[in-house]
């Protein structure tokens, strides 16, 4: 059985190195941003 971040990975491995664009809520108000995801790193 894998771990969460295993899972994440997987569920995340198109996305990284693109962008992506995302919209979050900042201080009273939505903003759009554009996030590039990366790989995580085992430790």
Avoid: H, W, Y
Wanted: net charge negative.
């Amino acid at each position: 059985m894998g771990d969460a971040q295993s899972l994440q990975r997987l569920m995340f491995a198109e996305a990284i190195g693109r962008p992506l664009p995302i919209t979050v809520f900042r201080n009273a108000v939505l903003v759009d941003v554009i996030a590039e995801p990366v790989e995580l790193k085992t430790v």
